[in-house]
């Protein structure tokens, strides 16, 4: 193990066993996906997750899990306009 690897901090989604609620929310268009992976990378909340499945050109493509901020972080790194990406507002009540 690096000492980068050693030193990093674990994600929020790793340390929290408590469901996260969701500010946005995404359509993922895994038919155009390529499997690069930026995504993944890129998502703050660390709610994205490579899909165990293959799309119709045989590359893995992203998941959403809970916890979604909509802030659009992985639809501006993909190369494959493959995300849409929507923020939930809340009902006043």
Not at 1 to 9: G, L
Not at 16 to 22: D, F, I, L, M
Not at 71 to 79: D, G, H, I, N, S
């Amino acid at each position: 193990m690096s000492e980068h690897q050693r030193d990093a901090a674990p994600s929020p989604a790793a340390t929290s066993s408590a469901p996260r609620s969701s500010r946005g929310t995404l359509v993922i268009a895994a038919d155009r996906c390529k499997g690069c992976e930026l995504c993944i990378e890129a998502c703050p909340p660390r709610v994205l997750v490579m899909s165990s499945e293959v799309n119709e050109m045989g590359y893995r493509y992203p998941e959403l899990t809970p916890g979604c901020t909509g802030c659009t972080a992985c639809q501006m790194v993909c190369p494959d306009f493959v995300f849409s990406v929507y923020r939930l507002i809340p009902v006043a009540g």
